[in-house]
C-alpha cells in the first residue's frame, strides 16, 4: 500500500495542477490584487479628515430634495427602464392577487372551522380567551371567539378599503380625495393583502414594543406641554390595552391554526387539501413580522419626524400632505395605470430615492472632496 502511495499522487498531480491554474484565472478576474474601493476610500477618507481638527463633513455630498422628491425628475425615476416597469407591473399583480386571495381563504377557512365545531361537542381545548370565558360562565369556546375575531377584522380593514375608495372618487374637497387614495395604496392594501390574527403578534415584537413605547411617551409628553394630559394619558392607557388584546388574540390564533393544520397533516395519508392549508399557515406565520411596512415606518419617522426621532400631529399632518401630493402627481404625470402600478409597488427603497440625492446625481468616489480615486 505505501509502494502505491507515490504513484497515485502522480498520477492526481497532473489533475491538481488543472485546477490550480484554473483558479488562477478565475481569481484576478474576480479581484486583481488591488485594495477593495471601499477600503480605499475608508484609508483616504480617515487620513485626509481626522489629521486636522476640522468638523467632519461626511455627507455633504448627499442632500434632501427641498422638493420632496415630488417633482418630474424625481417622479421620472419610479418609472424609467424596462426592468424597473416589469418588476413594477409584476409587485403590483402580486398585491392585487394577494388583496383578493388573502381574505377570500381567511374567510373560507374561519367558516369552515366554525361549522366544523358546531358539529363537534368536545370540550374546549386551551386557549387564554376560553379560560377568561370559563371563569366568567360565558359558553362561548376560544376556538370560536379567536375565528370570529379574525374574521371581524378582516371585513373591517375591507369595509375601510372601500371606504377610501368612496371618498377618492366621490369626496368634495381635493385633498380628501387624494389623502384616501394615499390611505388606501400605502396602508390598507397593504393589510388587506397580509392580515392575519397571528400578525397582531408582531406587536408585541421586544424590539417594536420598545420603540413604539418611546414614541408614545414622546407623544405623551408633547400633550402634557400643550395642556391636554387627558386626551395624551388615555392614548398611552389605550396603546396598552391593546398591546394586551394583540397578544392574547394573536397567541391563541397560533395555537388554532396550529390545531386545525395537524389535523390534515397529522395522517399517514397526505392530500392536496392539507398540502394547501400548510402552506396558508406557514405563508402566515411567515407573514407575522411585516419587515417591508418596519421599514418603511422608520423611513418615515427619521425623515418627517426630525431630530427629536417623534412624530408630532403637525409633522404627521406634513406626512399625510406627502403622501397625498405623491398620488395626485403621479395620477397626472402617468396617468391613472400607471399610477396604480407605482403605488401598489411603492417601497422603502423608492422612498428614499424620492428624498435623498447626490451632488449633480454623482457618487461618493466622484464628488466627496476627501474621497478615493475611483478604482
Same mark, same amino acid.
Given at each position: 500500500?505505501?509502494? $502505491? ?14 485546477t ?26 480617515? /487620513?485626509?479628515?481626522?489629521?486636522? !481638527? ?5 455627507f ?33 399583480l402580486?398585491?392585487?392577487?394577494? %388583496?383578493v ?41 376560544? !376556538? ?10 378582516i371585513?373591517a ?9 368612496? !371618498? ?28 392575519? %390574527? ?17 414614541? !408614545?411617551?414622546g407623544?405623551?409628553?408633547d400633550?402634557? $406641554? ?5 386626551a ?24 388554532? $391554526? ?5 389535523l390534515?397533516?397529522?395522517?399517514? /395519508? ?18 407575522i ?17 426630525g431630530?427629536?426621532?417623534?412624530v ?15 398620488? $395626485? ?21 423608492d ?8 451632488? /449633480? ?5 466622484c ?9
Amino acid at each position: 500500500a505505501t509502494a $502505491k502511495r507515490p504513484d497515485a499522487l502522480t498520477a492526481v498531480a497532473p489533475k491538481i495542477g488543472r485546477t490550480a491554474a484554473n483558479l488562477t484565472h478565475i481569481v484576478p478576474a474576480l479581484h486583481d490584487g488591488r485594495p477593495l474601493p471601499r477600503m480605499t476610500t475608508l484609508r483616504t477618507l480617515w /487620513e485626509s479628515s481626522h489629521s486636522n !481638527e476640522e468638523p467632519l463633513r461626511v455627507f455633504q455630498h448627499l442632500h434632501i430634495r427641498p422638493t420632496g422628491g415630488l417633482d418630474r425628475d424625481a417622479l421620472a425615476q419610479l418609472w424609467r427602464t424596462p426592468q424597473v416597469k416589469a418588476s413594477r407591473s409584476l409587485s403590483a399583480l402580486s398585491g392585487m392577487l394577494f %388583496a383578493v386571495a388573502n381574505p377570500t381563504l381567511i374567510l373560507y377557512t374561519d367558516l369552515e372551522v366554525l361549522r366544523y365545531l358546531g358539529q363537534t361537542s368536545h370540550e374546549d381545548r386551551v386557549t387564554i380567551m376560553g379560560m377568561a370565558f370559563r371563569q366568567i360562565g360565558s359558553q362561548v369556546r376560544g !376556538e370560536e371567539a379567536v375565528m370570529i375575531i379574525e374574521m371581524t377584522i378582516i371585513v373591517a380593514i375591507a369595509a375601510v378599503c372601500a371606504q377610501c375608495i368612496f !371618498e377618492a372618487c366621490f369626496a368634495r374637497q381635493e385633498q380628501t380625495r387624494w389623502h384616501s387614495a394615499s390611505r388606501l395604496y400605502l396602508m390598507w392594501l397593504p393589510r388587506l393583502a397580509s392580515f392575519n %390574527a397571528m400578525r397582531l403578534l408582531a406587536q408585541v415584537n421586544p424590539f417594536v414594543v420598545l420603540l413604539q413605547i418611546s414614541l !408614545e411617551l414622546g407623544y405623551l409628553q408633547d400633550r402634557v $406641554k400643550e395642556n391636554y394630559q387627558i386626551a395624551g394619558i388615555k392614548r398611552f392607557l389605550f396603546y396598552l390595552l391593546t398591546l394586551v388584546l394583540c397578544l392574547i388574540v394573536g397567541m391563541d390564533a397560533f395555537i388554532v $391554526k396550529l390545531r386545525v393544520v395537524s389535523l390534515y397533516m397529522g395522517g399517514r /395519508e397526505l392530500d392536496l387539501d392539507g398540502v394547501g392549508r400548510t402552506l396558508l399557515f406557514l405563508f402566515q406565520v411567515l407573514c407575522i413580522t411585516d419587515l417591508g411596512r418596519f421599514a418603511k415606518k422608520r423611513l418615515e419617522v427619521f425623515m418627517f419626524g426630525g431630530a427629536d426621532c417623534r412624530v408630532s400631529d403637525q409633522e404627521k399632518g406634513l406626512q399625510f400632505f406627502w403622501n397625498a401630493s405623491l398620488v $395626485k402627481r403621479l395620477y397626472k404625470q402617468f396617468g391613472c395605470l400607471r399610477c396604480l402600478v407605482i403605488m401598489l409597488s411603492f417601497s422603502d427603497f423608492d422612498f428614499q430615492m424620492l428624498m435623498l440625492q447626490n451632488d /449633480e446625481d454623482d457618487e461618493i468616489n466622484c464628488k466627496h472632496p476627501c474621497a478615493a480615486p475611483a478604482v
